[in-house]
């Protein structure tokens, strides 16, 4: 099982900030099969990234993917008040499939 | 619209069993495979199972297998979950999800219905 790890846990900034959040993986995620989602309270989670880098159908370009083999990133621009949430990263490269534990970003 | 709904959660006592469904609209079902997540309370999201667009391929986490079956019913556009000798751990919000763009299982979950709350207690 490929074990992954979020850090920071909790990252707390203001809007128009940037934020970086960082996804590592305990092995290789093939193909760079790494999402990104954005779940807010009371809210069903949201794709964001897939495929480590490629925005999801309607997300804004604030947000942006990158790494490949065990370090990834999700990186906002500069943050919208709408952006705080907590950001799950995935992979779906091998079964079972994982989650990290999540990165809550939060206002300052 | 794309429309993921869940139902049939509820209370539940340890060792009981339950059938979570879930109904699609809005997209060919059957070109699609499908996966459920759940989230206990305050919790993060746990993976629990996937299914292929035929059913030829299904996967489930360590912490169901044996206990949670997977099936789906392409001609109602549903997907199921099965749920036997339920433990207290089982306690948290289950989601259907719809893969981005494939057959296979092996992608991004693009789509994600509302859950449905199942509590597993005496």
């Known amino acids: 099982e490929i074990v992954l790890t979020q850090s920071p846990g909790t990252l707390s900034l203001s809007p128009g900030e940037r934020a970086t959040l960082s996804c590592r993986a305990s092995q290789s995620v093939s193909s760079s099969y790494l999402g990104w989602y954005q779940q807010k309270p009371g809210q069903a989670p949201r794709l964001l990234i897939y495929?480590?880098?490629s925005r999801a159908t309607g997300i804004p370009d604030r947000f942006s993917g990158s790494g490949s083999g065990t370090d990834f990133t999700l990186t906002i621009s500069r943050l919208e008040p709408e952006d705080f949430a907590v950001y799950y990263c995935?992979?779906?490269?091998?079964?079972?499939?994982?989650f990290g534990p999540g990165t809550k970003v939060d206002i300052k | 619209e794309v429309q993921l709904v869940e139902s049939g959660g509820g209370l539940v006592q340890p060792g009981r069993s339950l059938r979570l469904s879930c109904a699609a609209s809005g997209f060919t079902f059957d070109d699609y495979a499908m996966h459920w997540v759940r989230q206990a309370p305050g919790k993060g999201l746990e993976w629990v199972s996937g299914i292929s667009w035929n059913s030829g391929s299904i996967g489930y986490a360590d912490s169901v297998k044996g206990r949670f079956t997977t099936s789906r019913d392409n001609a109602k556009n549903s997907l199921y979950l099965q749920m036997n000798s339920l433990r207290a751990e089982d306690t948290a919000l289950y989601y259907c999800?719809?893969?981005?763009?494939?057959?296979?299982?092996?992608?991004?979950?693009?789509?994600w219905g509302q859950g449905t709350m199942v509590t597993v207690s005496s």
């Open positions: 999800a719809k893969v981005r763009g494939s057959v296979s299982s092996f992608r991004a979950f693009d789509i």
């Open positions: 495929g480590a880098s």
């Open positions: 995935q992979q779906y490269g091998s079964s079972p499939f994982t």
